[in-house]
């Protein structure tokens, strides 16, 4: 059975940075892909950022330059590292893991707080 943990999360105040960490179990992470998403109170959950088994990745435009995605294979972990936090960056991330595909969704992690204040 495929499990996803994500730490990291947390209050932070504009203009600072945080990293994510997602750590997998039950199954061969480098064969997988995996995403991070996003969900504020009231919107529909997005994609953030998305990394391949061949590490192309795929971000959403307002996080491009920001955020960057990567994953360590041998620690069977994918992080998402933030820069630049703003107000509207607060939400709920959620780690996610698939095979074949940018928009992961086969597996999902419980999520973790992302709070950024003005």
């Known amino acids: 059975q495929v499990q996803l943990v994500e730490s990291g999360g947390g209050l932070v105040q504009a203009g600072e940075s945080l990293r994510l960490s997602c750590a997998a179990s039950?199954?061969?992470?480098?064969?997988?892909?995996m995403g991070w998403y996003r969900q504020a109170p009231g919107k529909q959950r997005e994609l953030v950022a998305s990394?391949?088994?061949?590490?192309?990745?795929k971000y959403a435009d307002s996080v491009k330059d920001r955020f960057t995605i990567f994953r360590d294979n041998a620690k069977n972990t994918v992080y998402l590292q933030m820069h630049s936090l703003r107000p509207e960056d607060t939400a709920v991330y959620y780690c996610?893991?698939?095979?074949?595909?940018?928009?992961?969704?086969?597996?999902w992690g419980q999520g973790t707080q992302v709070t950024v204040s003005s």
């Open positions: 996610a893991a698939g095979r074949n595909t940018l928009y992961p969704r086969d597996y």
């Open positions: 039950g199954t061969i992470f480098s064969s997988n892909d």
């Open positions: 990394m391949t088994r061949d590490f192309i990745t």
